[in-house]
């Protein structure tokens, strides 16, 4: 089932009238959105914040959905409004182009660093506390809070533009500019999306289209329900999280939600320590109406340094963080004798041989090529050699000889540079694009370019293991 608050909070960025009770709403059939191999339902989760399509400010997107060029908005009453704290330990600023929190002062290890009330976070099984303009009776919330106009459109202004936005996310793309990006596996992500998303916008419309004199009001204001509806979405994949909830000692299911403030948290990895890292981490604590979206130091953070949380399986590898969030990031490439934190190699690229597909990190390559390889060295090789490589002992034991490796090695080179050679078709001109061909152009290429150096790294590394054989 599509939420009835989804449509409720839709609804209510429509209009500056009544508020839409969502209690009368009935409920629609759910439209489940695949993030990576339906993993994920987006169309279920509250997104009050489809009024940006109404009321967002002229913030340029760039490669990251937290991408702006503006001037560093204040927080502090935007925090007061919606009871978040502390206030004053974090503030909003740019960095490199992206807007991301960073920290006032220097805190250690454990130390909060956002307290968010859940009841003020929109979310997938109830309004937040603020949805109402007037009083609410007869309530045991103590939390309920109404926060000011102001506060609520600044946060609203703080969010992407949405064709940015949109032309940031791979399922928005024309299918000539997703096969520049020269990835199966975005490809077939894209494809697999691409009918269910259109499903969930034609039921969410649907619904929308049953309330009374939205008709008038989507005539008066030259709005696009469709379009906004796709907005909608695009804000609740890319703004919203997923927190694991347990109820006493049972374990309930995760609940997703956009928290103010939390929502311009950047990604960091976890998979391994240094810059560009992980430094926070998040999760509900507290019961009841004291329940909170709790943000906390993962290690000791200095004054001045960027809040980076994790995003989870579903900002890896690079493809899978550029179709669910628009942006391609800069994962640090493993050495040889490096080890991901969690044994979890992020930074893979695809690889075809012999007309299979493989995925490759810079340090390790999967048995099957390996087996692949073999055989295909086998048959290729005529006369004595191939004979005397099956009759010796200590070559029959070896499963992945020299030449095997130096073969691999050429193949994966061939396809990092193929990644970046110039084609006819790849060939653009920025002056002549739109803002939102240049978006696709740019983050097509920061995919390839990852691609490149993964394969590069890898086949460098097969290189010096032929080497130290042969020695």
Partial sequence: MISKYLVAFVSYAYSNNAVLQTNNLQECPRARLSRHHGENSLAKSASFISATHLSSGNHQVKSNHNAVSKSNPCIEDLAKSFSISPIDLISVELHKGERGIFLQRSIKKDDPILRIPLSSCIRDDCPPSWYSKGPIENDDNPHHYNPTYKAKKQWLKMMPDPKCLRASLPIHWPEEMVSKAKCTALEISTDSSFFTRAAAVTNISERLRSIEKIDEYLEEKKIDIERLCSNTLDLVQTRSCRVERIDGIQLCP??????????????????????????????????????????RAKKDVGKGQQVLIDYGDSARPPWRCLANYGFVPNYRILGSDDEACDGVDECVAEVFYNGCRYEVSSHTIPTELVEAANVAFLEEEEGARA????????????????????????????????????????????????????IEAELAKALRWSQHQVLLACALGLRDYAARKIQ
């Avoid at 948290?265 to 979206?293: K, P, R, T, V, W």
């Fill in 254 to 295: 995760p609940l997703r939600v956009i928290a103010p403030i939390f929502d311009f948290i950047n990604h960091g990895s976890s998979q391994y320590d240094g810059d560009g890292s992980a430094n926070a981490f998040f999760g509900l604590e507290g019961e009841g109406f004291e329940q909170e979206l709790v943000v």
């Fill in 387 to 438: 004979f005397e490589m099956t009759m010796d002992p200590e070559t029959t034991s070896d499963i992945f000889p020299s030449e095997v490796a130096l073969r691999l090695a050429k193949r994966i080179s061939d396809a990092a540079f193929d990644l970046v050679i110039d084609h006819p078709e790849d060939n653009y001109d920025s002056k002549n694009m739109s803002e939102a061909e240049s």
